[in-house]
Every structure is written in C-alpha cells, then in structure tokens.
T-cell receptor, first 116, second 114 residues
Framework: AQTVTQSQPEMSVQEAETVTLSCTYD???????LFWYKQPPSRQMILVIR??????QNATENRFSVNFQKAAKSFSLKISDSQLGDAAMYFC?????????????FGKGITLSVRP | ETGVTQSPTHLIKTRGQQVTLRCSSQ?????VSWYQQALGQGPQFIFQ?????ENGRGNFPPRFSGLQFPNYSSELNVNALELDDSALYLC????WGVGNEKLFFGSGTQLSVL
C-alpha cells in the first residue's frame, strides 16, 4: 500500500517571500502521479499542481513549482511571491497510474499561514 | 467553480441513525468518488462508482454504501452511525479511462454524530 507523509503540521511565511512545503511518499510502483491540493476555509479541494512520475522535469504552475526526487521519494512544493490568498491547508497526494481508479492517497496536510 | 455540488452542507445526526449525502457531478464526468476527512486529517478514500457500479473501495465497513444514477449524480449512505463517523465527506468527479484526469471536488458535507 502507498503512504504519503507530511511531517510539518504548520508553516508560516511573510507575504512576497518564498516557502517550501515538504512531502515524502512510499510506493513499490514505478508509474504514478503526485499532486498538491489546496483546501481553503471553503473546504473545497483545489488542485495546485500535478507531477507525472515518468517525467523528470519538475512541474511548474505560475508561482508554484515542485522539486520531485523520484529516487528519494520526495515531492516538495515551492510557493514563490507568497500572497495572503495562499493561506490554506495544503495536501500532498498520490495516485497510481494503472487503470482508471481515481483513488487518491493523501497526507495529513500542512497549515500554511501568510503574514502581511 | 468546479461544478460539483454536494448537499446538505451540514448535518447533525445521533448515533445509530442512518444518513444519505448527495453529490451532483460536473457535466461530462462519469465517475464519482467519495472521501471522508476527519478533523485535522487528510481525506480517506471510501469508494468509487462508474456506470452505476462500485469499482474501487477503501478500508471502510459495509455500512458505508453508495449509489450512482444514470445522470451521474451520486449518494453516500451510512447506516448505524457511530461517533467516529463525524467528519467532512467530500465527493469528487472525473472522467473514466484517463489516468491523469483531474478530479474535481465539491465543498463537502460536514456530518456531526452526537
């Protein structure tokens, strides 16, 4: 079974600065997808960024980028130029590439606060 | 706005009762999955439905059951409620057959069991 670990329960960043959220995972599969989701107080899970394991290039989406280290099973999220609206819970998640099962395995999440 | 809607937004039940939660999938999506998110935890996969049949299940007892309707709306039913069933229940829709297809989540139903 796959597991996802987010060991930092909380982090804080100054507005306009950069923050990195850590995530490690464990799997015996060679092909899979990794995600970062944002959950604001509205509770809706919002996809921030997605990484396909067979791609060596790290994914980027505007101010968000990842550092994907497949051998180390590490998948961190970097938020540049942090904004007040980035304050939320952030979840790292894993999904197998085989089949069409949409099962996501989530970490426990990290609460990010942004100081003005 | 992702188009996935859940009802009700909040619900209070007592132990032993039964509850039905509802989800309307995003247009064009034929697969729905349900997740339970306990306070301070990440969501846990309950099950997935495609073409009105369950085709994937997490580590949840049989008293958690579901339905998917021809219009791709879905229900989550929980019988014999226990205090530990208190959680946020999230519905997510997607399109079958595309492994990297995005999941779109609703805003959830907050269930409190007293």
């Amino acid at each position: 079974a796959q597991t996802v670990t987010q060991s930092q329960p909380e982090m804080s960043v100054q507005e306009a600065e950069t923050v990195t959220l850590s995530c490690t995972y464990d799997t015996s599969e060679s092909d899979y997808y990794l995600f970062w989701y944002k959950q604001p107080p509205s509770r809706q899970m919002i996809l921030v960024i997605r990484q396909e394991a067979y791609k060596q290039q790290n994914a980027t989406e505007n101010r968000f980028s990842v550092n994907f280290q497949k051998a180390a099973k590490s998948f961190s999220l970097k938020i540049s130029d942090s904004q007040l609206g980035d304050a939320a819970m952030y979840f790292c998640a894993y999904r197998s590439a085989g089949g069409a099962n949409s099962k996501l395995t989530f970490g426990k999440g990290i609460t990010l606060s942004v100081r003005p | 706005e992702t188009g996935v809607t859940q009802s009700p937004t909040h619900l209070i039940k007592t132990r032993g009762q039964q509850v039905t939660l509802r989800c309307s999938s995003q247009s064009g999506h034929n697969t729905v999955s349900w997740y339970q998110q306990a306070l301070g935890q990440g969501p846990q996969f309950i099950f997935q439905y495609y073409r009105e049949e369950e085709n994937g299940r997490g580590n949840f007892p049989p008293r958690f059951s579901g339905l998917q309707f021809p219009n791709y709306s879905s229900e989550l039913n929980v019988n014999a409620l226990e205090l530990d069933d208190s959680a946020l229940y999230l519905c997510a829709s997607s399109r079958w057959g595309v492994g990297n297809e995005k999941l779109f989540f609703g805003s959830g139903t907050q269930l409190s069991v007293l």
